[in-house]
C-alpha cells in the first residue's frame, strides 16, 4: 500500500514537472518542419552565421506559445553558438519607461560580459554604452539578441528606445536581431514612422491549436513514458487507462465545454493540471472523475457564487435596487433604496423589517463583495449613504440565484418577478 | 463607515485564530487588540519547521482545524503539494476562513520549505511591499540586499526578487510566496502594480516558486487585457447555517446550553449576516443575558427551562437584530432591562439608536453645543432661500402660514425635489449662515434658555452673548467629533463650508433635550 502511494506520488510529481515546463508542452513544434519554431530558428541562424541585423515581431492571442517558442529557439542557438549570442531580455510590463528600459539593457549588457554596472549612469550615457556594445560586439562577430515581450507596450509613447534600438541597428558594424513578442495583431501598426522605417516586416502568426491538437497534446501530456523509473507493471496499467479515458464519449463533451469557453494552450495546461492534482492517490491512476470535478471548478461563475452566499436581508437590497432599476431611475444612493426597502416592507408586513444601521451594514457587504458599487468617482466627500450606486449584476442573475436559494422568502421572489412582467 | 471596525477587526483574528477562542470571548475587552495576533502565530508556525506525523493522521487534524472547509482544504493540499505549481488563488468573502485554511495546509505539507507572507493591506505602497518580501527573504539568506538600496519600481523588484531566490532555489528550497488582500492593490496607482504581481509566474519563470494569492473579490476583478496566467483558483463559500453553528459550538464549556441558546438566537440572525465574526460578536451578550436567571452555569436545560429562558431572552434578540454593536454603558445597560419589562412598545424606539445612541442622550455636550448642533443641521436641510421666512423678525412663530403655502407647489414639482434631496444628501453652508441661525434660535428660546443657563451671568444684555463666546471652539468640538464636517473651500467666497452629518432621528432628540421644537423649523415638502 505504502509502495503504491509513493509510485503515484512519484507519478503526479513526474506529471506536474511537465505540465510546469514549457519546453515540454511545446516539444510537438519542434518536430515538424513547417511550424514558427523552424521560421524563427531558421531567421536567427542565419543572421548569427551571416552576421547581419534582424528584427521580427512574434504575433498572436495569448496563451498560444510564442514565448515558450522564442525560448525554445534561443535554448537550441545558444548550444550551437556558445559564444557568440547574448541575450537581452525586457518586458513592456516591467520596462514601458524608456530610461528605465534602458538601463535595463545596460544591467543586462554589463551581467554578460562581465562589466561593472554603475547605477548612477544617465540615460544618455547609457543609451551611448548600448551603442558602443553594439558594435563592439558586431566586431568580435557576437550577435545581440533582444528579446522584447509585450512589445505593444514598448511602442507608447515617445518610443524612444525602440528608435535608438533599431537605430543602431542601421549600422554595418552591429550584429543584432530584436524579436517582438505582442498579443495585439496591429502591434507594427503602433509603430511610429521613424521607428516602423527601420524595422523589417517580418511578422510570425500564432493562431490557437484546433481540438484536434489539442487532444494530441493532452496525449503527449498525460502519457507516461516507458523508460522513467517508475515500474514498468504501473506505468502500462497507468497508460491504459489514460487511453480508455481518451475514448470515452464523455470526454469529448468534457474537451468540448472546454474549448468552447477557452482554447489556448495554458487553459488546457491549467485543466491538466487539476486533473493530475485530483489523482486518486492510492491507486495512483487517472479516472474520469477527477477530469468531472478539475472541469467543474474550471467552470464556476463568481458572481452567482457570492449571489448564493448573500443573507436575506442582503438579498432584500438587492431586490429592492433592481426595482429601482426598473422603474427607470437615473441614479440612486441609500437613502433612496431605504425608501424603497421601506415601502416594500410596509405594504408587505414581512418580519425582515430591520434598522437603518442594520441595512447599512449589509449594503456595505454587498459593496464589499462587489455585487454592486458606486456609480461615480466624484463626491468621495459626501457620506456613503448619499454617493449614487449601481447594480453589478443583471436582473436575471439575480433571479435564478433567487430560484436557487432554499431559504430565500417567497415574497422576494414575488417582489422580483411582479415587477418584471408589469 | 467606522462603526463597526472595532469588533470587526477583534473578532476577526481571534475567529481566524482558533474557533474554540470564537464563542468564547467574554473575557477580552472589545478594544484591546491580543497583543501576539494569532494570524502571527500561525505565521510563525507556518514558517517553522512543522510538526512530521503519518500523512494520514496530519489530515484529519487538519480537517479538524478548519470546520466547514473539508472540499477547500483537500483541495489546497492537493494544489500546493509537490513542487511545480500553477499560481493559486484562494477566493470568497470576507471571513470565510481562506487565509487560516492557506497557512494551515502550508505548515505541514513541506519540512523546508520558506514562506513569504505579504498582507497587502498592511502595506500602504509598493514601495512598503517590495521592501517586505525583499528582508522576508534576505533575512535567512546569504545575500546581502539589506544593505542595497531598497527598489521602488516594479522592475528593480521583479530583479531584486529574482537575485534573492535563485540563491534560495539553488539549494533546493520551495520558496511560497503569498499575497494576502489582493483586491487592495487595485486602489494603489490606478492598477498599474497590479500587472507585474499577477504576473510574477511568467516574470520569473522559477518553477520552485510557488504563487498564492488571496482575496476578497471575486477573479473578475483581476481580468485585464494583460490576463494570461489565469491562477487555479479555489473558492471559499460564506458557511452555512449548520457550520456556522459547529464553529461556534467548537470547545465550548457547555454545549448542552449553548446549543438550546443557538438553536433559539442563530437562524433570525443568520438571516441578517452570515459572517461568523460578526454572529459571534452578536451572541456574545447575548448568552450572558440567556444565562442571566440561571444561578449554575453547568445547568442542563429540560424543556420547562429552555421555554422561560427563551422568554427572557426574546427583547434581547429582538433589539440585537437591529444594531450593529452595542456600546456596553451602563446607562444603556439599565435602560435595556427596564425595556424588557416594559414591553415591545419601548424596544420600538431603541431601534432608531445610531452609534450607541438610544432614544435619550447618553453622552454629554453642553447647551451651546447642542444648538449649534441644530442650527448645523437646520442649514443642512433647508434651503437658504427660506431662512427669511423661518427666522424673520417673529421668531419663526408665525411660519405656519408661510410654511403652508410652499407645502401648496405643484405634487410631481414636490416629488422630484424630494429626490433630488435625497440623492444630493445634505447641502453645505458657510459659517456666516450657520452663525446667523445660531443667533436666530437662541434669541427664540430664551425663555427656555433662562432655567438652563447659568444664573450668575454678569453680562447684563443678555445670556445669548454667552453663549456666543466660544462657538467657534464649540464648532471645532463638532468637526473632530464628526457630527459636521469641514468641506473644501468655495472657489468663489473663499471660505470653508461645513455640512452636517447627524440623521434627523439624532437632531430630534437632541432637540428633545434642550426643549427647542425643531419641528417647527424644518423645512417640510
Given at each position: 500500500?505504502?509502495?503504491?502511494?509513493?509510485?503515484?506520488?512519484?507519478?503526479?510529481?513526474?506529471?506536474?514537472?511537465?505540465?510546469?515546463?514549457?519546453?515540454?508542452?511545446h516539444?510537438?513544434?519542434?518536430?515538424?518542419?513547417?511550424?514558427n519554431?523552424?521560421k524563427?530558428?531558421?531567421?536567427?541562424?542565419?543572421?548569427?552565421?551571416e552576421?547581419?541585423?534582424?528584427?521580427?515581431?512574434?504575433?498572436?492571442?495569448?496563451?498560444?506559445?510564442?514565448?515558450?517558442?522564442?525560448?525554445?529557439?534561443?535554448?537550441?542557438?545558444?548550444?550551437?553558438h556558445?559564444?557568440?549570442?547574448?541575450v537581452?531580455?525586457?518586458?513592456?510590463?516591467?520596462?514601458?519607461?524608456?530610461?528605465?528600459?534602458?538601463?535595463?539593457?545596460?544591467?543586462?549588457?554589463?551581467?554578460?560580459?562581465?562589466?561593472?554596472?554603475?547605477?548612477?549612469?544617465?540615460?544618455?550615457?547609457?543609451?551611448?554604452?548600448?551603442?558602443d556594445?553594439?558594435?563592439e560586439?558586431?566586431?568580435?562577430?557576437?550577435?545581440?539578441?533582444?528579446?522584447?515581450?509585450?512589445?505593444?507596450?514598448?511602442?507608447?509613447?515617445?518610443?524612444?528606445?525602440?528608435?535608438?534600438?533599431?537605430?543602431?541597428?542601421?549600422?554595418?558594424?552591429?550584429?543584432?536581431?530584436?524579436?517582438?513578442?505582442?498579443?495585439?495583431?496591429?502591434?507594427?501598426?503602433?509603430l511610429?514612422?521613424?521607428?516602423?522605417?527601420?524595422?523589417?516586416?517580418?511578422?510570425?502568426l500564432?493562431?490557437p491549436?484546433s481540438?484536434d491538437s489539442?487532444?494530441?497534446?493532452?496525449d503527449?501530456?498525460?502519457?507516461?513514458?516507458?523508460?522513467?523509473?517508475?515500474?514498468?507493471?504501473?506505468?502500462?496499467?497507468?497508460?491504459?487507462?489514460v487511453?480508455?479515458?481518451?475514448?470515452?464519449?464523455?470526454?469529448?463533451?468534457?474537451?468540448?465545454?472546454?474549448?468552447?469557453?477557452?482554447?489556448?494552450?495554458?487553459?488546457?495546461?491549467?485543466?491538466?493540471?487539476?486533473?493530475?492534482?485530483?489523482?486518486?492517490?492510492d491507486?495512483?491512476?487517472?479516472?474520469?472523475?477527477?477530469?468531472m470535478?478539475?472541469?467543474?471548478?474550471?467552470?464556476?461563475?463568481?458572481?452567482?457564487?457570492?449571489?448564493?452566499?448573500?443573507?436575506?436581508?442582503?438579498?432584500?437590497?438587492?431586490?429592492?435596487?433592481?426595482?429601482?432599476?426598473?422603474?427607470?431611475?437615473?441614479?440612486?444612493?441609500?437613502?433612496?433604496?431605504?425608501?424603497e426597502y421601506?415601502?416594500?416592507?410596509?405594504?408587505?408586513k414581512t418580519?425582515?423589517?430591520?434598522?437603518?444601521?442594520?441595512c447599512?451594514?449589509?449594503?456595505?457587504?454587498l459593496?464589499?463583495?462587489?455585487?454592486?458599487?458606486?456609480?461615480?468617482?466624484?463626491?468621495?466627500?459626501?457620506?456613503?449613504?448619499?454617493?449614487?450606486?449601481?447594480?453589478l449584476?443583471?436582473?436575471?442573475?439575480?433571479?435564478?440565484?433567487l430560484?436557487?436559494?432554499?431559504?430565500c422568502?417567497?415574497?422576494?421572489q414575488?417582489?422580483l418577478?411582479?415587477?418584471?412582467?408589469? | 463607515?467606522?462603526?463597526?471596525?472595532?469588533?470587526?477587526r477583534?473578532?476577526?483574528?481571534?475567529?481566524?485564530?482558533?474557533?474554540?477562542?470564537?464563542?468564547?470571548?467574554?473575557?477580552?475587552?472589545?478594544?484591546?487588540?491580543?497583543?501576539?495576533?494569532?494570524?502571527?502565530?500561525?505565521?510563525?508556525?507556518?514558517?517553522a519547521?512543522?510538526?512530521?506525523?503519518?500523512?494520514?493522521?496530519?489530515?484529519a487534524?487538519?480537517?479538524?482545524?478548519?470546520?466547514?472547509?473539508?472540499?477547500?482544504?483537500?483541495?489546497?493540499?492537493?494544489?500546493l503539494?509537490?513542487?511545480?505549481?500553477?499560481?493559486?488563488?484562494?477566493?470568497?468573502?470576507a471571513?470565510?476562513?481562506?487565509?487560516?485554511?492557506l497557512?494551515?495546509?502550508?505548515?505541514?505539507?513541506?519540512?523546508?520549505?520558506?514562506?513569504?507572507?505579504?498582507?497587502?493591506?498592511?502595506?500602504?505602497?509598493?514601495?512598503?511591499?517590495f521592501?517586505?518580501?525583499?528582508?522576508?527573504?534576505?533575512?535567512?539568506?546569504?545575500?546581502?540586499?539589506?544593505?542595497?538600496?531598497?527598489?521602488?519600481k516594479?522592475?528593480?523588484?521583479?530583479?531584486?526578487?529574482?537575485?534573492?531566490?535563485?540563491?534560495?532555489?539553488s539549494?533546493?528550497?520551495?520558496?511560497?510566496?503569498?499575497?494576502?488582500?489582493?483586491?487592495?492593490?487595485?486602489?494603489?496607482?490606478?492598477?498599474?502594480?497590479?500587472?507585474?504581481?499577477?504576473?510574477?509566474?511568467?516574470?520569473?519563470?522559477?518553477s520552485?516558486?510557488?504563487?498564492?494569492?488571496?482575496?476578497?473579490?471575486?477573479?473578475?476583478?483581476?481580468?485585464?487585457?494583460?490576463?494570461?496566467?489565469?491562477?487555479?483558483?479555489?473558492?471559499?463559500?460564506?458557511?452555512?447555517?449548520?457550520?456556522?453553528?459547529?464553529?461556534?459550538?467548537?470547545?465550548h464549556?457547555?454545549?448542552?446550553?449553548?446549543?438550546?441558546?443557538?438553536?433559539?438566537?442563530?437562524?433570525?440572525?443568520?438571516?441578517?449576516?452570515?459572517?461568523?465574526?460578526?454572529?459571534?460578536?452578536?451572541?456574545?451578550?447575548?448568552?450572558?443575558?440567556?444565562?442571566?436567571?440561571?444561578?449554575?452555569?453547568k445547568?442542563?436545560?429540560?424543556?420547562?427551562?429552555?421555554r422561560?429562558?427563551?422568554?427572557?431572552?426574546?427583547?434581547?434578540?429582538?433589539?440585537?437584530?437591529?444594531?450593529?454593536?452595542?456600546v456596553?454603558?451602563?446607562?444603556?445597560?439599565?435602560?435595556?432591562?427596564?425595556?424588557?419589562?416594559?414591553?415591545?412598545?419601548?424596544?420600538?424606539?431603541?431601534?432608531?439608536?445610531?452609534?450607541?445612541?438610544?432614544?435619550?442622550?447618553?453622552?454629554?455636550?453642553?447647551?451651546?453645543?447642542?444648538?449649534?448642533?441644530?442650527?448645523?443641521?437646520?442649514?443642512?436641510?433647508?434651503?437658504?432661500?427660506?431662512?427669511?421666512?423661518l427666522?424673520?423678525?417673529?421668531g419663526?412663530?408665525?411660519?405656519?402660514?408661510?410654511?403652508?403655502?410652499?407645502?401648496?407647489?405643484?405634487r410631481?414639482?414636490?416629488?422630484?425635489?424630494?429626490?433630488?434631496?435625497?440623492?444630493?444628501?445634505?447641502?453645505t453652508?458657510?459659517?456666516?449662515?450657520?452663525?446667523?441661525?445660531?443667533?436666530?434660535?437662541?434669541?427664540?428660546?430664551?425663555?427656555?434658555?433662562?432655567?438652563v443657563?447659568?444664573?450668575?451671568?454678569?453680562?447684563?444684555?443678555s445670556?445669548?452673548?454667552?453663549?456666543?463666546?466660544?462657538?467657534?471652539?464649540q464648532?471645532?468640538?463638532l468637526?473632530?467629533?464628526n457630527?459636521?464636517?469641514?468641506?473644501?473651500?468655495?472657489?468663489?467666497?473663499?471660505?470653508?463650508?461645513?455640512r452636517?452629518?447627524?440623521?434627523?432621528?439624532?437632531?430630534?432628540?437632541?432637540?428633545?433635550s434642550?426643549?427647542?421644537p425643531?419641528?417647527?423649523?424644518?423645512?417640510?415638502?
Amino acid at each position: 500500500m505504502a509502495a503504491a502511494t509513493s509510485v503515484a506520488s512519484r507519478a503526479q510529481a513526474v506529471l506536474r514537472g511537465r505540465l510546469c515546463d514549457q519546453a515540454v508542452v511545446h516539444a510537438a513544434l519542434r518536430s515538424s518542419p513547417d511550424t514558427n519554431y523552424s521560421k524563427l530558428k531558421y531567421l536567427v541562424a542565419s543572421s548569427v552565421s551571416e552576421a547581419c541585423n534582424n528584427s521580427v515581431l512574434l504575433l498572436g492571442p495569448r496563451g498560444c506559445g510564442k514565448a515558450a517558442v522564442v525560448k525554445m529557439v534561443l535554448d537550441d542557438l545558444k548550444k550551437e553558438h556558445p559564444d557568440a549570442i547574448s541575450v537581452i531580455r525586457l518586458n513592456g510590463m516591467l520596462h514601458s519607461d524608456d530610461n528605465c528600459a534602458m538601463k535595463e539593457i545596460a544591467r543586462q549588457l554589463c551581467l554578460e560580459h562581465q562589466l561593472s554596472f554603475s547605477k548612477m549612469a544617465s540615460s544618455d550615457d547609457n543609451t551611448e554604452f548600448m551603442i558602443d556594445m553594439l558594435r563592439e560586439c558586431g566586431l568580435a562577430h557576437k550577435t545581440i539578441i533582444f528579446v522584447l515581450e509585450e512589445f505593444d507596450l514598448f511602442a507608447q509613447g515617445k518610443q524612444r528606445l525602440l528608435y535608438s534600438l533599431l537605430d543602431a541597428m542601421q549600422s554595418l558594424t552591429s550584429q543584432a536581431v530584436v524579436i517582438g513578442v505582442s498579443c495585439r495583431l496591429d502591434a507594427d501598426q503602433l509603430l511610429e514612422k521613424r521607428v516602423r522605417s527601420r524595422f523589417s516586416h517580418r511578422k510570425l502568426l500564432f493562431v490557437p491549436s484546433s481540438v484536434d491538437s489539442l487532444q494530441r497534446l493532452m496525449d503527449h501530456l498525460l502519457t507516461l513514458s516507458e523508460d522513467t523509473p517508475l515500474p514498468t507493471k504501473y506505468v502500462r496499467e497507468y497508460n491504459a487507462r489514460v487511453t480508455s479515458i481518451f475514448s470515452d464519449k464523455k470526454f469529448k463533451g468534457i474537451l468540448n465545454s472546454l474549448t468552447d469557453a477557452d482554447a489556448t494552450t495554458s487553459h488546457i495546461l491549467r485543466f491538466l493540471f487539476r486533473v493530475v492534482s485530483y489523482m486518486d492517490m492510492d491507486s495512483g491512476l487517472l479516472s474520469m472523475q477527477s477530469f468531472m470535478n478539475a472541469l467543474s471548478s474550471m467552470q464556476r461563475q463568481p458572481k452567482m457564487d457570492s449571489l448564493q452566499d448573500l443573507s436575506i436581508l442582503e438579498l432584500y437590497i438587492l431586490v429592492c435596487m433592481n426595482r429601482l432599476e426598473d422603474k427607470e431611475h437615473s441614479s440612486y444612493n441609500f437613502t433612496t433604496i431605504m425608501k424603497e426597502y421601506k415601502s416594500v416592507q410596509d405594504a408587505y408586513k414581512t418580519s425582515d423589517k430591520y434598522s437603518h444601521t442594520v441595512c447599512f451594514r449589509a449594503f456595505e457587504h454587498l459593496l464589499g463583495r462587489e455585487l454592486i458599487s458606486f456609480a461615480d468617482n466624484r463626491g468621495r466627500t459626501l457620506s456613503l449613504e448619499y454617493r449614487p450606486v449601481k447594480l453589478l449584476i443583471s436582473s436575471h442573475e439575480l433571479a435564478q440565484s433567487l430560484k436557487l436559494n432554499t431559504t430565500c422568502p417567497a415574497v422576494l421572489q414575488k417582489l422580483l418577478d411582479r415587477e418584471r412582467y408589469m | 463607515m467606522s462603526q463597526s471596525v472595532t469588533p470587526r477587526r477583534t473578532t476577526r483574528s481571534s475567529a481566524s485564530a482558533s474557533p474554540s477562542a470564537a464563542p468564547a470571548t467574554p473575557s477580552s475587552p472589545p478594544k484591546s487588540r491580543p497583543k501576539p495576533s494569532p494570524r502571527r502565530q500561525l505565521l510563525a508556525a507556518a514558517a517553522a519547521a512543522p510538526p512530521k506525523e503519518d500523512g494520514s493522521s496530519v489530515d484529519a487534524a487538519l480537517l479538524d482545524a478548519l470546520p466547514g472547509r473539508r472540499a477547500q482544504a483537500m483541495d489546497l493540499l492537493r494544489l500546493l503539494a509537490p513542487a511545480p505549481v500553477l499560481p493559486l488563488m484562494l477566493h470568497g468573502g470576507a471571513a470565510t476562513g481562506k487565509t487560516r485554511a492557506l497557512l494551515l495546509a502550508l505548515r505541514h505539507l513541506r519540512p523546508s520549505q520558506r514562506l513569504v507572507y505579504a498582507a497587502l493591506r498592511s502595506l500602504p505602497s509598493p514601495r512598503a511591499l517590495f521592501a517586505s518580501i525583499l528582508s522576508q527573504l534576505s533575512a535567512t539568506s546569504f545575500s546581502t540586499s539589506s544593505r542595497q538600496r531598497l527598489p521602488d519600481k516594479p522592475s528593480d523588484f521583479v530583479a531584486a526578487l529574482r537575485d534573492a531566490l535563485t540563491g534560495i532555489i539553488s539549494q533546493g528550497e520551495v520558496v511560497y510566496l503569498v499575497f494576502d488582500n489582493l483586491e487592495v492593490v487595485r486602489s494603489w496607482d490606478k492598477g498599474g502594480q497590479l500587472l507585474p504581481l499577477l504576473r510574477l509566474h511568467d516574470l520569473l519563470q522559477l518553477s520552485q516558486v510557488v504563487l498564492v494569492y488571496v482575496s476578497s473579490g471575486t477573479p473578475d476583478a483581476y481580468y485585464s487585457m494583460t490576463g494570461s496566467v489565469e491562477p487555479n483558483y479555489v473558492y471559499f463559500p460564506d458557511y452555512t447555517v449548520d457550520e456556522v453553528r459547529d464553529i461556534l459550538m467548537h470547545g465550548h464549556p457547555n454545549p448542552k446550553l449553548y446549543s438550546s441558546f443557538l438553536s433559539v438566537a442563530l437562524k433570525p440572525l443568520f438571516r441578517v449576516t452570515r459572517r461568523v465574526d460578526e454572529l459571534s460578536a452578536v451572541l456574545e451578550p447575548l448568552f450572558r443575558r440567556y444565562c442571566e436567571p440561571l444561578g449554575d452555569l453547568k445547568a442542563v436545560p429540560d424543556e420547562g427551562m429552555k421555554r422561560r429562558l427563551f422568554e427572557h431572552v426574546q427583547p434581547h434578540l429582538a433589539v440585537a437584530l437591529n444594531e450593529t454593536f452595542s456600546v456596553p454603558m451602563r446607562a444603556s445597560m439599565d435602560e435595556v432591562k427596564d425595556v424588557g419589562s416594559a414591553g415591545k412598545g419601548s424596544v420600538k424606539r431603541q431601534f432608531a439608536g445610531r452609534d450607541g445612541i438610544s432614544s435619550e442622550l447618553e453622552f454629554h455636550m453642553s447647551v451651546s453645543a447642542k444648538y449649534l448642533l441644530l442650527s448645523a443641521f437646520l442649514a443642512s436641510r433647508n434651503p437658504a432661500t427660506l431662512d427669511a421666512a423661518l427666522f424673520d423678525s417673529t421668531g419663526g412663530s408665525d411660519n405656519h402660514k408661510r410654511k403652508r403655502k410652499s407645502s401648496q407647489a405643484s405634487r410631481d414639482m414636490k416629488d422630484t425635489i424630494v429626490e433630488e434631496m435625497l440623492m444630493k444628501g445634505p447641502g453645505t453652508f458657510p459659517l456666516e449662515r450657520l452663525l446667523a441661525i445660531f443667533q436666530c434660535i437662541t434669541s427664540v428660546s430664551e425663555d427656555i434658555l433662562d432655567e438652563v443657563e447659568c444664573p450668575d451671568n454678569m453680562a447684563s444684555e443678555s445670556e445669548t452673548t454667552g453663549l456666543m463666546s466660544d462657538v467657534l471652539l464649540q464648532l471645532s468640538t463638532l468637526c473632530n467629533s464628526n457630527f459636521l464636517s469641514k468641506s473644501r473651500s468655495c472657489p468663489l467666497e473663499g471660505s470653508a463650508r461645513y455640512r452636517s452629518n447627524i440623521d434627523e432621528d439624532l437632531a430630534l432628540k437632541v432637540a428633545r433635550s434642550v426643549h427647542f421644537p425643531l419641528s417647527k423649523y424644518m423645512y417640510r415638502r
